[in-house]
């Protein structure tokens, strides 16, 4: 494992320590600690604070023994949160480690790649981005025998999944880049091969990787040799003779699959984009109507490909090319059409431009300013739940009108001086509001000097940003925290269920069974429905705060790009 993750480079763009806040670094220690442990978390928010480390410098500051120290760096690299490559004194010295925290925090959004995919793809596809994403990396001959095997088991008795049909859904991903392939280093990288990645060996002297998207063969599907159909699972009396037997057969089929050496990744650029589009659709249907947001839909289909990431605009279309992809069932004529993109081109919300005349005219999708409409209603949100409606008039006044005095802001929001005072002083307390100075003078006297209120959106979002990072990081510690109180019930809980599942298997009756469910008394049963409860409104929130970072994460790199 170590020689392939020496030849494949699965990071981005690295971030380093003086760019991450306190929040982000708690937040991707409690992801690292909830899905790879306690000890992947030390190295790793080792690593985050400390930036770029060798090898004997991270077993020495984090206490962890060497060999252990190794495995994590190999988790995290399988992962793509690790990149490694020459360290300070130049390819003669050390190989140095730094963490990606923004592919960390990625983890937190694993529900919502997960949902896309069966959402597009059905239960199939779901299944391919869910066991990627749990491995960080996989051929597509292991991934499609792995995911044919659990659709079977989960078939009733007789019927079993197509290795072909899995393979259709795959290949589906791989056409629209939702998976891409794990780019090799060049030349002088892989000659590194055969040392090991996690070692104090001298870094070969090669180039940073290509970014996945310049791979060439990113998006080339391998013509595998695969055949037949899923296997249900073995029943645990031969366990130790199956699990032999398996390993053989997969040993014998890897040789013949015509795959080998080619990894898969989940493209979470491409998943952005499509999250991204959603939020505009939905916010063009809110504004106008339905059948505003699927022209809208239909722009944004036709250049999702081909429109880069970072970009501010999609690429252009012509009435005549919107008209031609537009469903049949949506009864949209020619003159209605022309119609609908004057009215989304006058719109103050500005989500459409029109950039020529040719073709019955050229129309773009103007991505940035979708972006800083829908970060300005979020902010509009936040503080109308936090301080009031009142509060959310002075705020959104002030995001209007740029800049005010104070006798301005309560002439124009039409609020008692007392209490315009009073929330102005809230809001800049808690800077979502700043004071601007313009003196008359070079002495700054006060009675000489004009005190302007302002919102600036970008630091405002930036500051939401981060206490969305605490809420998300609170949410975790007390869902970990009402897990560990109630670790006996839910012990318990596991151990009858799987003893209901035994007995459901080989055919027992129906007393037995009863009997069985008894062992857990009414007390117990009612206090599990609570904590189910609880930790269900815990992962509710977590999402619902996770697309309110999305959308703030966003905005600030569309203004950094746009820039």
């Not at 940073?208 to 029943?235: A, E, F, M, N």
């Not at 904590?531 to 600030?556: A, M």
């Amino acid at each position: 494992m170590l020689d392939s993750i020496q030849l494949k480079f699965t990071g981005r763009a690295k971030l380093w320590p003086s760019e991450m806040t306190v929040q982000e670094v708690r937040l991707c220690g409690l992801l690292l600690q909830e899905h790879f442990g306690e000890v992947v978390e030390k190295v790793g928010t080792e690593l985050l604070r400390s930036g770029a480390l060798n090898l004997r410098a991270l077993a020495h500051q984090t206490g962890i023994q060497l060999d252990l120290v190794k495995k994590s760096l190999c988790v995290l690299a399988q992962h793509g949160m690790c990149v490694f490559g020459p360290g300070r004194r130049g390819p003669g010295g050390p190989v140095e480690y730094t963490v990606n925290s923004e592919r960390i925090l990625y983890m937190l959004r694993y529900p919502r790649y997960i949902y896309t995919a069966k959402s597009l793809y059905g239960d199939t596809g779901e299944l391919v981005i869910e066991e990627i994403l749990q491995r960080g990396q996989m051929t597509m001959s292991s991934t499609v025998k792995t995911v044919a095997d659990r659709l079977t088991h989960s078939m009733e008795d007789g019927q079993s999944m197509e290795y072909s049909e899995v393979i259709t859904a795959f290949t589906r991903l791989v056409e629209t880049h939702f998976l891409q392939r794990c780019p090799l280093m060049d030349s002088a990288g892989a000659a590194g091969r055969t040392s090991s990645a996690v070692s104090e060996s001298p870094a070969p002297a090669a180039a940073p990787p290509t970014q996945p998207d310049s791979y060439p063969d990113c998006y080339k599907v391998p013509q595998i040799h695969l055949t037949g159909r899923g296997k249900r699972r073995r029943s645990s009396e031969d366990g130790d003779a199956d699990e032999r037997g398996a390993k053989k057969a997969k040993v014998d089929s890897a040789a013949v699959c015509g795959d080998e050496g080619i990894y898969w990744q989940v493209n979470f650029e491409r998943f952005h984009l499509h999250f991204r589009h959603q939020a505009i659709i939905s916010a063009v249907a809110s504004k106008l109507d339905q059948t505003s947001s699927e022209i809208v839909r239909t722009m944004l289909r036709l250049s999702e490909v081909t429109t880069p990431a970072n970009a501010t605009y999609t690429q252009a279309l012509s009435a005549n090319e919107i008209f031609r992809a537009l469903p049949a069932s949506y009864n949209i004529g020619r003159p209605i059409l022309d119609q609908y993109l004057t009215l989304l081109v006058d719109d103050p919300m500005e989500f459409v431009s029109k950039t020529g005349d040719s073709g019955g005219g050229m129309y773009v999708v103007n991505l940035h300013r979708a972006l800083a409409n829908l970060a300005r209603v979020t902010l509009e949100s936040v503080v109308q739940e936090r301080f009031g409606s009142r509060s959310a008039r002075i705020f959104r006044l002030l995001l209007r009108k740029r800049h005010l005095e104070q006798k301005q802001v309560e002439d124009f929001a039409m609020i008692p001086a007392k209490e315009a005072k009073d929330m102005l002083y809230t809001l800049l307390s808690e800077n979502l509001v700043q004071l601007q100075e313009i003196p008359k003078t070079p002495d700054y006297a006060p009675s000489r000097t004009f005190y302007l209120y302002t919102v600036n959106q970008l630091p405002t979002a930036r500051l939401l940003l981060q206490n969305c990072y605490k809420a998300v990081g609170n949410l975790i510690e007390r869902r970990l925290f009402e897990t560990k109180e109630n670790k006996r019930h839910l012990e318990k809980s596991q151990r009858i269920e799987a003893i209901l599942a035994s007995l459901q298997a080989s055919g027992a009756d129906a007393a037995q069974l009863t009997e069985v469910e008894e062992m857990i008394t009414p007390p117990e049963r009612q206090q599990l429905e609570a904590l189910r409860h609880h930790i269900n409104k815990l992962d509710s929130s977590e999402n619902q705060v996770d697309e309110t970072i999305f959308l703030l994460e966003s905005y600030v790199s569309s203004t950094s790009s746009s820039r």
